[in-house]
């Protein structure tokens, strides 16, 4: 069984949608995506900055209390 598939009007190369007039009205959104490698060093560095700070806290921590080490 075959199907037919008929464009009626064609796509513009500036992702416009034309109404009857051909008119522009509006455009549709561009979805971007991160590559993986952007999202890795993103990651890493959020992770590094999280257990930086983390042990900075620690450290006040343990100075504030009678258990300082020094």
Known sequence: M???ITITKPLRADNAID???GVATRR???ARKLP???WFVALWCFG???AMSL???FKLLM???LFAVR
Request: proline content about 5%; hydrophobic content about 40%.
């Open 36 to 38: 993986g490698w952007l």
């Open 19 to 21: 109404n009857d007039s």
């Open 28 to 30: 549709r959104p561009v």
């Open 55 to 57: 042990g900075f806290a």
């Open 48 to 50: 590094v900055g999280s």
């Open 63 to 65: 100075n504030a209390t």
């Open 2 to 4: 075959a199907t037919n």
